[in-house]
């Protein structure tokens, strides 16, 4: 849990206010017990403005209320509409997961919208390392520790793929693993082909020209004017990512299968190209019923295009979405589908689809910045969101709860149990 302490009521948009540093408390009962059941379980003296506490050693499947305390004043939520829809923001009751029955067998890790080159203006000349590098590298430190079979690092890797940039990410990633072994990359739109016209300062024009044919969408591909203005591949000049190609791996009996949706033609919307949706089809028909997860960076789902900002324009186009949903209906194996680029923790159902889990995952590298924790039994999955505990990256969340004018976790938290669920299903085939 995490709050910040301020000195007064206020509104929760618009005018950042300045945090005041407290101590921090936490209580907690069980919910049906008297209030006079609240114990401290958690105390440190130390001032803060930002506190983040983890409470361990609750019993699974039960309901606790707690309450968080600063200088002894109960913290109250101020988000207006995530304190409408969310019961565990409203009322301070949340419930334990139960995790599924069965053998575990494995974890998996999602990042996403990690943004590695964002803020580095913010710190430029000052010899600080920009907020957005050292969240990812905090973030996999503690993901380390959790030995998970795979991290999925699914789009929006950089701020807008400059060479710097995906050196930068390069480097992170390897301190952490090696790809295509340990950590799996998509493409978001950040990741998309540029035209060195469309940043003259990003040296786009170092990296590889994508081939015409590939540039779809573009009336000039095969003229003169695109040699003059082309299309320049960075992302894999710097990964084993070729634009607009799907990957696929398996750990154990899990196959995980990543799908390219950037558009070097659209900066925010995205697509597939039909020898992609070919690929995807052939590999889940090679084995349709093995335990399947698909990784997009674009959301595609109807209910997906209703609920976010922007609708379909801004997500998968209906084309491709349609023909995924259709390809993933067809087969037994596919149960869940991870997506990001909305920077909000959603789960939503498909209409084709109907067998398979669409899950947003909250971005990374930007609020609410956190990391998704997926678990995997005989009898389902867990999932879990979590923000990394370090002091670097706690100094830095309150800047990070007032961006966009401190409107932007109203869009981006919306409940927690879409956050953090537990599935039951019949995964008896990872065994």
């Known amino acids: ?5 301020y000195t007064h009521a206020h509104l929760p948009y618009f005018i950042e206010q300045v945090p005041v540093p407290t101590d921090s408390e936490v209580y907690i009962r069980l919910a049906d017990a008297p209030r006079s059941a609240l114990t401290q379980v958690h105390y440190d003296p130390t001032p803060r403005t930002y506190h983040q506490v983890t409470i361990d050693g609750l019993e699974p499947g039960r309901s606790y209320y707690f309450e968080a305390r600063s200088d002894g004043v109960r913290a109250v939520p101020n988000l207006i509409s995530t304190s409408i829809i969310d019961p565990m923001t409203r009322d301070g009751v949340f419930t334990t997961l139960t995790p599924p029955p069965g053998e575990y067998v494995q974890t998996v890790v999602v990042l996403n919208d990690t943004h590695v080159g964002l803020g580095e203006h913010l710190v430029k000349g000052t010899g600080e390392t920009p907020y957005s590098y050292f969240v990812l590298e905090d973030s996999l430190k503690e993901i380390a520790a959790l030995a998970p079979s795979a991290v999925v690092i699914n789009g929006d890797v950089t701020s807008e793929g400059r060479p710097h940039e995906l050196r930068v990410a390069r480097r992170l990633l390897d301190a952490y693993g090696k790809e295509k072994q340990d950590y799996f990359l998509t493409r978001g739109n950040h ?26 969408g573009t009336a000039e591909t095969s003229s003169a004017k695109y040699a003059a203005d082309p299309f320049y591949d960075n992302v894999n000049d710097f990964f084993d990512l070729p634009y607009q190609q799907m990957w696929a791996t398996r750990k154990g009996n899990l196959r995980l299968i990543g ?98 889990d669409f899950i947003e995952a909250p971005a990374s590298g930007e609020y609410p910045d956190t990391y998704t924790v997926v678990k995997f039994y005989t009898g389902g999955f867990t999932q879990t969101t979590h923000r990394p505990d370090t002091e670097r990256v706690r100094g830095r969340m309150v800047p990070e709860r007032w961006s966009s004018h401190g409107v932007l976790p109203e869009g981006t938290l919306y409940r927690t149990d879409h956050r953090n669920f537990t599935v039951v299903r019949d995964l008896s085939a990872l065994a």
Not at 198 to 215: Q, W
Not at 314 to 328: C, N, W
């Open 1 to 5: 849990m995490s709050w910040t302490s």
């Open 259 to 356: 799908l390219d949706s950037a558009d070097a033609n659209n900066p925010a919307g995205g697509t597939m190209h039909d020898e992609q949706l070919a690929a995807f089809e052939a590999e889940l028909q090679s084995d349709p019923h093995l335990p399947t997860i698909c990784f997009t960076h674009h959301p595609l789902t109807r209910q997906q295009a209703l609920t976010a900002f922007g609708s379909r324009p801004f997500l998968l186009d209906k084309r491709s979405a349609t023909r995924v949903e259709e390809l993933e209906a067809a087969v037994p194996g596919v149960f869940a589908h991870y997506s990001g680029h909305t920077h909000r923790g959603r789960r939503s159902k498909g209409h084709i689809a109907t067998n398979v």
């Open 191 to 216: 990741d998309r082909p540029h035209r060195g016209s469309e940043d003259p300062r990003a040296n786009y024009e170092s990296g590889t020209v994508l081939a015409p044919e590939l540039a779809r």
